[in-house]
């Protein structure tokens, strides 16, 4: 079914219906379908309906589930819930748990599920190159990672087309990193504070989110920079970032100068002038920060940011890792939103759909710089399944209109949130572009500080008892992030925003009892 019938047929239902979660045969718990919304919030948003049914569940056990994560798996705290959310399939922007649960996917797997779970044509295609070849590496050649490797350089302007394929966006950010020391004979890399690029021993130098840092040596030649976050920072104001909505905060800027973006730019070049040698290897940027909380930058500062990078010999790196394939709507890629050409583009997550599988795109002059100082192999990069999977993604955002939606779909998800902002008191911002959108929770909209984490646990923990699961950033992880699939459409928006009103409401009278 395409994008544009869906939306019609979920128009006419929402017109002419009271929609109901559907019921499917009995469960190991009963009723294999349980309606999330009858938990006795203050109100019960309806769910959109879905045209699909999952299988049904015969696995592991809940509970024994939860002992092998224990048991076996990485001790590492990462589920979001105290009682972490099981799930067994998936459909378009749709999830379903072990019990038949079905939740409206805003989160979309950390940004990584662009044109839906299970897409239909990406999974004919996975299953067909399965059953042709698995697996070559890059000592023999196969079509789909040459066909691949044109489809997608045709989507970058010159002179940004020679393709590494890799596996994981930290596999990516870590080559960036080396071609960046290995052209330009130098050692620092800047990256702003709260920038996300990698977990691994190399690019955790680069991430710069609390969280994440250790206490062993990491990421040598690495140096952070003052993020210029125009709502949290010390300088912001109404008219700062390429976006719908913009901050409350006043500003005094004229239409074509924004001071705020003046002030940052300053402290850039402190950056330069004191913490890193006369001559650097690069600068990494996300087009817009995507694990600190969708935050965007002022408009023409990373224009300013590059140009000086370049004088003292750097290059210049946008990590595309979530912001990519359409998803912010005005632009194929998220660099071209603040009207820059980087030397170094690095993607992965929505690239394969879920899949792992990512990429590094830079010049013929840069990946000779590498060529002549390391002979660089990736065993699994660029295999078949991979190619024809990332092959199969790029031919949906173009035949469904993928970007196109992003734009309107997000713009007006954008808008229904801003009316939010505007209602309640301890949402402090709402911001971003297409669809990757960030609503950040105060205490209140004076002070800006951040809503105390176990308030914002409980409106989280409410929205996925009401069917949405969304994700969190933030340096105290007082964002909520919202990054759909590209498929979404207004109906399903319009039941988020009415269940965060609900969890909003079910908060205040909380702190007032």
């Known amino acids: 079914m395409t994008l544009a019938w869906r939306h019609l047929l979920r128009a006419l239902y929402l017109e002419t219906s009271t929609p109901r979660t559907p019921k499917a045969g009995p469960s190991p718990k009963g009723a294999f379908w349980t309606s999330i919304t009858k938990l006795g919030l203050h109100t019960k948003p309806s769910m959109p309906p879905c045209d699909f049914t999952p299988e049904r569940y015969q696995s592991l056990a809940y509970n024994r589930v939860l002992e092998i994560h224990k048991q076996h798996l990485s001790p590492v705290l990462t589920a979001y819930f105290s009682e972490p959310l099981l799930l067994h399939q998936g459909h378009m922007e749709w999830l379903f748990d072990y019990e038949g649960n079905r939740y409206l996917d805003f989160f979309s797997g950390i940004v990584t599920v662009s044109v839906g779970h299970c897409h239909p044509k990406v999974n004919a295609v996975a299953q067909k190159q399965l059953g042709r070849l698995w697996h070559t590496s890059a000592v023999f050649f196969h079509p789909p990672i040459h066909e691949y490797a044109e489809k997608l350089s045709a989507l970058l302007p010159e002179p940004l087309k020679v393709i590494f394929l890799m596996n994981s966006g930290s596999e990516a950010n870590d080559l960036a990193m080396l071609m960046a020391r290995a052209h330009s ?6 990256s702003f504070r709260g920038a996300y690029h990698g977990c691994s021993p190399y690019t955790l130098g680069l991430t710069n989110v609390g969280f994440h840092k250790m206490e062993l040596p990491s990421g040598m030649g690495c140096q952070s920079t003052m993020c210029p976050d125009v709502f949290c920072g010390p300088w912001g104001g109404s008219h700062c970032r390429d976006s719908p909505v913009q901050t409350i905060r006043k500003c005094s800027c004229a239409p074509d100068c924004c001071q705020a973006k003046d002030q940052y730019i300053e402290q ?115 295999n078949p399944i991979a190619c024809a999977i990332g092959s199969s993604v790029l031919e949906v955002i173009k035949e469904e209109n993928l970007q196109e939606n992003s734009q309107e779909v997000g713009t007006y998800m954008l808008l229904k949130f801003a009316k939010l902002r505007d209602e309640f008191e301890i949402v402090g911002d709402v911001r971003g572009k297409g669809l990757m959108i960030g609503i950040e ?71 007032d009892k």
Not at 317 to 346: C, K, M, N, Y
Not at 445 to 461: A, G, Y
Request: net charge positive; proline share 5%.
């Open 185 to 190: 004979n130098n050692t620092d890399i800047i």
């Open 441 to 511: 929770m105060v205490k209140d909209k004076t002070s800006r500080q951040p809503l105390p984490r176990e308030e914002v646990n409980q409106i989280h923990q409410d929205c996925k008892r009401m069917g949405l699961l969304i994700g969190r950033g933030g340096t105290f992880s007082q964002t909520f992030r919202i990054a759909p699939s590209m498929c979404i459409t207004k109906p399903e928006v319009d039941f988020a925003v009415e269940v965060f009103r609900s969890a909003f409401i079910q908060h205040m009278e909380s702190q």
């Open 268 to 382: 850039f070049k402190d950056t330069l002038n004191t913490s890193v040698a006369k001559s650097i290897a690069g600068f990494f940027a996300e087009p817009i920060q995507g694990v600190n909380g969708v935050v965007q930058y002022p408009k023409g500062f990373l224009k300013e940011a590059f140009e000086l990078v370049r004088e003292r010999g750097g290059v210049c790196i946008a990590d595309e890792v979530q912001t990519g394939f359409g998803r912010l709507g005005s632009h194929f890629w998220g660099f071209q939103t603040h009207g820059v050409l980087p030397d170094i583009v690095t993607m992965a997550k929505g690239i394969g759909n879920g899949f792992p599988m990512a990429a590094v795109v830079t010049t013929p002059e840069i990946a000779k710089s590498l060529a002549k100082r390391l002979l660089h192999f990736n065993t699994f990069g660029g």
